[in-house]
């Protein structure tokens, strides 16, 4: 199947950030939403040859990509019921995955082809809203042979596990929700995914075993309240040796997952031993981390102090700010110090939460570090745009 692909001329633009001097490039400009794939996913393809984000200027979602050399924008889906957030570029650069209604799909980034991967049937469905398991969030493996995607079918998930290359697939998983999965970032043997709020960060080997909560969250001094572990990545600075012993020495081998403990910051949490450490104690909200495991990025809400570059390795992760993304960053339920959906207001529904997210920055980093792309709706519609990170930041945390 071939998809006619639109392209259009550069909409480019390049400016320093006004508070910051950081030189800043709009990607995107066509008054209409545009945004990256989340956070932790990747925004390029490795050789950093393509810029891959979402547009609605047809009227509805559609995958899209900036060819980086010349600035030209190419469409490459043409789907009705495209899962925005499903989309995942492939490493080697030669196509995005998506979810389609109940299909699963990838395109190429060549020649516009469209292969079907897997039909989830009729009863495959998404859950209602617009944040954790709704979005939609799938995984590809670092070596882009297995891709994860949460299936709803009525009110259970299925994790599906598809091998890209013989195109065999295994449910290896089903739960009350399934949410944000990734593969660690060198071993496609392992996952990890997001649970419900009371019980977050889970993780899981690709065969289905192994399958654990790693992190208890914490009740506070208020009664009813606890903490809200959110927004998790895998730390790729932190990789595990097969068959190393847990010495003093060689603690530091073990796979770390780094999560939000909103607002207080970010802890790491070593996925075999349980061990938390702290990260960073500013209101770090969706934070990145580069492929080298040397530097973090966050954007930050309540108060809205831009987005903050930090440490992830010395314990302190004290936040230099790269640029001021001035996105409206939708969502009253995150001015908060405690977990809200525990709130009694909540579970009778007197409040539902508001938070499109493509009103969120979602840094994420470029492949080689140089870069963080992110989305903003300063100009009264969402567009993306990528930041370079200035030399005195690369060298301080290199």
Not at 134 to 156: F, I, N, Q
Not at 224 to 253: C, F, Q
Not at 370 to 394: A, C, L, M, N, W
Request: glycine share 8%.
């Amino acid at each position: 199947m071939m998809n006619m692909r639109k392209r259009q001329a550069s909409e480019s633009r390049s400016f320093p950030d006004a508070r910051t001097g950081a030189p800043v490039r709009q990607v995107t400009s066509h008054p209409s939403i545009h945004h990256h794939p989340f956070y932790y996913l990747p925004a390029y393809d490795d050789a950093m040859t393509r810029l891959f984000f979402v547009s609605h200027r047809t009227g509805r979602p559609e995958i899209w990509c900036e060819i980086r050399a010349t600035g030209e924008l190419r469409q490459l889906t043409d789907q009705p019921d495209l899962g925005e957030w499903s989309a995942h570029p492939s490493h080697d650069g030669r196509h995005v995955y998506y979810v389609a209604g109940s299909v699963a799909r990838r395109v190429s980034c060549d020649d516009g082809g469209v292969d079907r991967l897997a039909d989830f049937g009729p009863l495959a469905g998404r859950e209602a809203g617009m944040v954790g398991a709704a979005m939609g969030t799938t995984a590809l493996s670092h070596d882009d042979r297995y891709w994860a995607v949460p299936v709803k079918l009525g009110k259970r998930f299925r994790l599906v596990v598809i091998d890209t290359a013989s195109g065999a697939q295994e449910t290896i998983l089903e739960a009350d929700t399934i949410g944000h999965p990734e593969f660690h970032p060198s071993d496609n043997n392992l996952l990890r995914y997001a649970g419900s709020y009371r019980q977050r960060i889970w993780v899981i080997n690709r065969d289905g075993s192994g399958n654990r909560l790693v992190y208890e969250r914490k009740a506070l001094a208020t009664p009813g309240r606890y903490e809200w572990i959110v927004h998790e990545t895998w730390n790729p600075g932190r990789m595990w040796r097969k068959g190393a012993s847990l010495t003093p020495d060689t603690r530091h081998l073990t796979p770390e997952i780094i999560t939000a403990n909103w607002p207080r910051g970010c802890i790491g949490i070593d996925i075999y031993t349980g061990a938390v450490r702290p990260v960073c104690s500013f209101n770090a909200w969706h934070p990145s981390i580069n492929r080298q495991g040397t530097l973090m990025c966050a954007d930050t809400t309540f108060p809205d102090v831009g987005l903050q570059l930090f440490d992830p390795s010395d314990g302190v992760g004290s936040p230099r700010t790269l640029c001021f993304p001035e996105a409206t960053n939708e969502g009253k339920h995150w001015n908060t110090d405690h977990c809200p959906y525990d709130d009694e207001d909540y579970r009778q529904g007197k409040w539902k939460v508001y938070a499109p997210q493509h009103t969120h920055p979602h840094p994420a980093f470029s492949p080689d570090g140089r870069f963080v792309v992110f989305t903003s709706d300063r100009t009264g519609h969402s567009q993306v745009y990528e930041v370079e990170i200035p030399e005195p930041h690369k060298e301080k945390h290199a």
